[in-house]
């Protein structure tokens, strides 16, 4: 993984890119992968091009506007199912259901606060490609950052009947599907399977963590 130079946080720069795909739209849901991120971002952008100082001071008025479009762009039970992994089949259907919840609230928290101390020069959005199955796509994105540097993004999109909606991401080499299932994992070995005191401590900032410390290698997104 490309080692972050001093000043550039990655928790920063995580939490902007993918917050930056929350804006779109129902009527784009005939668009291809790619399309319909490059209108995401350019939707987003124009939100808070020049209130990040009022959104700074007015933090909750930002999350609503990120959980207003949550929704319509990322398949949260999708992503929940697979963060849980093996522990998903024997949780019930209530902590399934609250973990989506919670895991989505931790999302929310972490894009507002990236949203508004993000800075960067330049947003690519490449071609998209086709996944292992019809349903399924990819989309690069490179994300040059004031320093110069440039960041590669690659997002996971999935067919949800006529939408694409997507499921899971790599931030410079880092995939966040694979990350959070592992975070998961752990803490349900740490907690001797509890799944509601996993569920009820699961916060954002030990993910963030991690993520500012780096990974090691880890396999293509899901």
């Given at each position: 993984?490309?080692?972050?130079?001093?000043?550039?946080?990655?928790?920063?720069?995580?939490?902007?890119?993918?917050?930056?795909?929350?804006?779109?739209?129902?009527?784009?849901?005939?668009?291809?992968?790619?399309?319909?991120?490059?209108?995401?971002?350019?939707?987003l952008m124009g939100?808070?091009?020049?209130?990040?100082?009022?959104?700074?001071?007015?933090?909750?008025?930002?999350?609503?506007?990120?959980d207003e479009n949550?929704?319509?762009?990322?398949?949260?039970?999708?992503?929940?199912?697979s963060v849980m992994?093996?522990?998903?089949?024997?949780?019930?259907?209530?902590?399934?259901?609250?973990?989506?919840?919670?895991?989505?609230?931790?999302?929310?928290?972490?894009?507002?606060?990236?949203?508004?101390?993000?800075?960067?020069?330049?947003?690519?959005?490449?071609?998209?490609?086709?996944?292992?199955?019809?349903?399924?796509?990819?989309?690069?994105?490179?994300?040059?950052?004031?320093?110069?540097?440039?960041?590669?993004?690659?997002?996971?999109?999935?067919?949800?009947?006529?939408?694409?909606?997507?499921?899971?991401?790599?931030?410079?080499?880092?995939?966040?599907?694979?990350?959070?299932?592992?975070?998961?994992?752990?803490?349900?070995?740490?907690?001797?399977?509890?799944?509601?005191?996993?569920?009820?401590?699961?916060?954002?900032?030990?993910?963030?963590?991690?993520?500012?410390?780096?990974?090691?290698?880890?396999?293509?997104?899901?």
């Amino acid at each position: 993984m490309t080692t972050m130079r001093r000043g550039f946080s990655v928790y920063r720069w995580l939490a902007a890119v993918c917050g930056l795909l929350l804006m779109a739209s129902a009527a784009q849901a005939q668009q291809k992968p790619e399309q319909l991120i490059r209108d995401s971002i350019s939707q987003l952008m124009g939100q808070i091009e020049g209130r990040k100082d009022y959104f700074a001071e007015h933090p909750d008025d930002l999350e609503a506007l990120v959980d207003e479009n949550l929704e319509r762009i990322a398949d949260f039970r999708y992503i929940g199912a697979s963060v849980m992994g093996r522990y998903f089949r024997n949780a019930s259907p209530e902590q399934r259901s609250r973990f989506v919840d919670t895991f989505r609230q931790t999302l929310i928290d972490t894009y507002a606060r990236g949203l508004v101390t993000f800075d960067y020069r330049e947003l690519r959005v490449l071609e998209g490609t086709g996944g292992r199955y019809e349903d399924q796509a990819s989309v690069d994105m490179e994300v040059v950052a004031d320093n110069g540097e440039v960041y590669p993004v690659s997002y996971t999109l999935r067919r949800d009947g006529d939408q694409w909606k997507v499921v899971n991401v790599i931030v410079n080499g880092i995939n966040l599907g694979l990350t959070f299932r592992n975070q998961f994992d752990q803490a349900m070995r740490n907690n001797n399977r509890n799944y509601d005191k996993v569920i009820d401590e699961w916060a954002p900032e030990v993910a963030a963590e991690e993520l500012e410390q780096g990974s090691s290698s880890q396999g293509g997104a899901e």
